[in-house]
Nanobody, 116 residues
Framework: QVQLVESGGGLVQPGGSLRLSCAAS????????MGWYRQAPGKQRELVAT???????NYVDSVKGRFTISRDNAKNTMYLQMNSLKPEDTAVYYC??????????WGQGTHVTVSS
């Protein structure tokens, strides 16, 4: 399996910004559409942003205009720039393919807490 490692989370005040990274261990990453998922306490996991292998993006309505997904296929890495963060963005953020593919092993996720 291809390992995925998420990083970049932390504690930030409302209105602040964070940049998440997702590093994949294999170059096969570049051939897959990928996504950022998040799971808040007591809630189901949701897909918040996706990017195709060619760079086309899509977002869930709740993050449109605030989050930007990007990827660097040469580095086997995907990013999520999160601006104007809100308390409801608090969650553990994960990356995986879209749709989820067994070839990618879920990482530990990165915790994002938005609180004053």
């Amino acid at each position: 399996q291809v390992q995925l490692v998420e990083s970049g989370g932390g504690l930030v005040q409302p209105g602040g910004s964070l940049r998440l990274s997702c590093a994949a261990s294999g170059s096969i990453f570049r051939f897959y559409a990928m996504g950022w998922y998040r799971q808040a306490p007591g809630k189901q996991r949701e897909l918040v942003a996706t990017i195709t292998s060619g760079g086309s993006t899509n977002y869930v309505d709740s993050v449109k205009g605030r989050f930007t997904i990007s990827r660097d296929n040469a580095k086997n890495t995907m990013y999520l720039q999160m601006n104007s963060l809100k308390p409801e963005d608090t969650a553990v953020y994960y990356c995986n393919a879209d749709p989820i593919a067994n070839i990618f092993a879920w990482g530990q996720g990165t915790h994002v807490t938005v609180s004053s």
